[in-house]
């Protein structure tokens, strides 16, 4: 039998975006846009109704940030629910205040990052799985700081955690790097042994690895 699709509600009070984000994910295998709304309210009864995997959230709905708190009362409905905020600033403290806040499940997209549909389906599909997955464009900005335990690993391993932090998986990750799969297992858990005495107990190594990556960074200048 085949995967039942990953269920996602669309929240953007710009109908234009809106329609747009709507058209995109049902164009991907594996996604069923269920909903869409322009405001919190909708969204949420909406969230009741179709029972969602993942509720991709525009940050500012009209001219306030209510994309956490339409987040916040949605996991009241939905625990389990993903949840991919999704904005056109790249306010690097806000992404790291609201995921690191949060954990898992909790995930960061730029809405110039929307036409990269590789990127877009990759915070969608980990959002469902629980991960976490930061933007490329930050992720490529960030560089963690020389007392951090990030620091300590190798220039390979620091690359295979950013493709983590993008939401690759280990295949597209040796894809990417042009290294085997059972490489990137190897760096996976060298990376995990290395950074062991610092994460979180009872957290996914991997969304561990990721939310240790992100607090310990800090954003390039310019």
């Given amino acids: 039998m085949a995967e039942a699709p990953i269920k996602?509600?669309?929240?953007?009070?710009?109908?234009?975006?809106?329609?747009?984000l709507a058209r995109v994910l049902s164009e991907l295998d594996g996604i069923?846009?269920?909903?869409?709304?322009?405001?919190?309210?909708?969204?949420?009864?909406?969230?009741?109704?179709?029972?969602?995997?993942?509720?991709?959230?525009?940050?500012?709905?009209?001219?306030?940030?209510l994309g956490i708190k339409v987040g916040h009362e949605a996991r009241n409905i939905?625990?389990?629910?993903?949840?991919?905020?999704?904005?056109?600033?790249q306010d690097f403290n806000a992404v790291r205040?609201?995921?690191l806040g949060e954990g898992s499940g909790w995930s960061f997209l730029l809405k110039q990052s929307v036409g990269d549909v590789?990127?877009?389906?990759?915070?969608?599909?980990?959002?469902?799985?629980?991960?976490?997955?930061?933007?490329?464009v930050v992720v490529a900005g960030l560089r963690p700081r020389q007392d951090s335990p990030i620091s300590g690993l190798t220039p390979k391993q620091k690359?295979?955690?950013?493709?983590?932090?993008?939401g690759h998986n280990n295949d597209s990750i040796a894809g990417v790097l042009n290294i085997s799969t059972r490489t990137v297992d190897?760096?996976?858990?060298?990376?995990?042994?290395?950074?062991?005495?610092?994460l979180a107990p009872g957290v996914h190594a991997r969304v561990n690895a990721v939310l240790l990556f992100l607090s310990e960074s800090d954003p390039t200048a310019g």
């Fill in 118 to 136: 590789e990127a877009l389906a990759r915070a969608i599909r980990g959002a469902a799985a629980g991960m976490t997955v930061i933007d490329p």
């Fill in 32 to 65: 069923e846009v269920v909903a869409s709304a322009a405001d919190g309210d909708t969204a949420l009864e909406a969230m009741e109704k179709y029972r969602p995997d993942v509720a991709l959230l525009d940050l500012y709905l009209g001219s306030e940030p």
């Fill in 78 to 89: 939905l625990p389990d629910l993903g949840i991919v905020i999704l904005t056109a600033r």
């Fill in 159 to 166: 690359e295979v955690l950013e493709l983590v932090a993008q």
């Fill in 97 to 99: 205040e609201i995921i």
């Fill in 186 to 198: 190897r760096h996976l858990n060298e990376i995990y042994r290395h950074l062991r005495p610092h």
């Fill in 8 to 20: 996602v509600i669309v929240v953007e009070d710009e109908a234009l975006m809106r329609d747009l």
